[in-house]
């Protein structure tokens, strides 16, 4: 692993497939003219809107989504890693991944994250554990457990010679530090943890809870975000950020518009962290 370039991308995704895939690749362009050989898209980046509307067109999301990921790694020549997107539970997709089942006549979807290489393999997926169900105060209630099936707790960390380990997770788990606690004892030197945050909860938590996963664990966090108003009253926090092992911001798209954080990954660093602060070999405790 040399010290290498990577993009948080961040984005305003409609109920629209095909204009936010143009607005993906719009964006995985530029990072890849900066120079970043890790791109990383947020949660829902192919498609934001109802969950009733998403579930219907979920096999065309996954289908349509899983190529534009193979497309862009092969053209680009870099990892993609796409953040949270609906496979249908019984697709050849999902079941293949091994990672979680479903019981008959349950038509939810998994909220996936997949990785592809610049060969247009795939090298992980993940299905999003934690679902966000939650009333919040300003008005908005979220009901995910309704179209989306949890997956199944099988976590998923990849290690790739020239990014070193990835560990993938999805926008609600950074709730769940126990998650990370296990990516880390699985030698994840990266965390990636692609969001949709409400612009409520986002103002107050988003950046703490990505520098402390960051702290806790002297990983790099990279972490990509939706922005803006998005359809009704959904509207997310933005913010996508790259973080380096003692929680310093390296690099922030913003509050308001699409854009990428662009931040350098550095082993080097990441081994001054851990030789000052060596954190991870005190504990005495274990994850329950």
Known sequence: MKPYLAA????????????????????????????????????????????????????EIAQQTEEFLRTMALRYQVHVLGGGYPVPTHSPAAASSGT????????????????????????????????FDVN??????????????PGSGQLQSCYIDSLGTLGLSVCYDVR?????????????????IPAAFTEFTGKDHWQVLIQARAIENTCYVIAPAQVGVHYARRQTHGHALIVDPWGTILADAGGVKPGVAIAEIDPDRLQQVRRQMPSLQHRRLSAP
């Open 8 to 59: 948080a991308i961040q984005m305003t995704s409609k109920p629209n497939l095909a204009a936010n895939l143009e607005q993906a690749e719009e964006l995985i362009d530029f990072a890849v003219r900066q120079g970043c050989k890790l791109i990383v898209l947020p949660e829902n980046f192919a498609y934001m809107g109802e969950e009733q509307e998403k579930l219907k067109l979920a096999a």
């Open 176 to 192: 769940f530090p126990e998650l990370y606690r296990t990516l880390s004892s699985q030698g994840a030197d990266v965390l990636l």
């Open 100 to 131: 979680a089942t479903s019981e008959a006549g349950d038509e939810r979807v998994f909220n996936t994250a997949t990785l592809v290489s610049p060969n247009g393999e795939e090298l992980s997926r993940y299905q999003k554990i934690h679902l």
């Open 136 to 149: 919040l105060p300003d008005g908005n209630t979220y009901r995910e457990s309704n179209t989306i099936m």
